[in-house]
């Protein structure tokens, strides 16, 4: 690679791929499962398109505050590590180069290089060196909890749009196959699309999604057929 040229990873994708990939995720499969299950159950058209915008809606919502209240939490976290760690900076610096030195020393590092690039961490950014090597809290994967929130909130409803879509087009008859088939399809391709993404292997990845999708459409599905027949 030439010289100056700033390597490429996937790791910096990894905080918002894996909200996006749970919203479209959980948008297609909770939204298709509620429709089925309401079909299933012999419900008018109309009623089904209520119940699976109200599906939408919900879903999205509860995707965004589960995901801001967990992704939060992690932030305060690490923030509350940040100002331990600044305090004990203030305290005690000789003892925390000792233990960045010893950091080094455990990842292979020469005793006497390990000092000296303790020495260069700590005179640049102090506390950005231990954040980093000590608590393992780097730019890149620190805790965003309103992007999580927009994420997941967003990626839930472009899932869950792709059910109702057909739902909407597809006759009464037909509406059960068409929608679990196309489901099926919608959410193969995600994960395949989301291995691809994160650098694993495509068919697994879209094996495993539509195999638990399979079983929850259909477990769904069998409680309203078995309700619906209930007088």
Do not use: C
């Not at 939408?56 to 505050?65: D, I, N, P």
């Not at 961490?121 to 992007?147: K, V």
């Not at 993404?197 to 477990?219: E, H, K, S, Y």
């Amino acid at each position: 690679m030439p010289q100056g040229n700033k390597e490429w990873h996937r790791t910096g994708r990894i905080s918002w791929l894996r909200a996006a990939v749970l919203g479209a995720n959980d948008g297609i499969l909770s939204t298709s499962s509620l429709v089925l299950g309401v079909a299933a159950a012999h419900a008018t058209h109309g009623n089904v398109l209520v119940a699976g915008v109200a599906g939408l809606v919900a879903g999205a919502m509860s995707m965004a505050s589960g995901e801001y209240v967990s992704v939060h939490s992690q932030a305060d976290t690490e923030q509350a590590e940040l100002e331990r760690e600044r305090a004990e900076l203030k305290a005690d610096d000789k003892g925390e180069h000792k233990e960045l030195t010893a950091i080094y020393v455990a990842r292979g590092l020469d005793p006497s290089l390990a000092k000296q690039v303790a020495e260069q961490s700590m005179l640049r950014d102090a506390l950005g060196a231990h954040a980093r090597d000590e608590l393992g809290i780097s730019e890149t994967l620190r805790a965003r909890p309103i992007q999580a929130a927009l994420t997941s909130a967003g990626s839930f409803a472009v899932g869950a749009a792709m059910p109702l879509l057909v739902t909407a087009m597809a006759p009464v008859a037909r509406l059960i196959p068409l929608v679990s088939g196309t489901s099926l399809v919608f959410l193969a391709l995600l994960g395949g699309l989301a291995a691809y993404a994160g650098g694993a292997g495509m068919t697994m990845g879209a094996i495993r999604v539509t195999f638990w999708g399979a079983l929850a459409m259909a477990l769904t599905a069998g409680v309203g057929s078995l309700f619906g027949t209930v007088p």
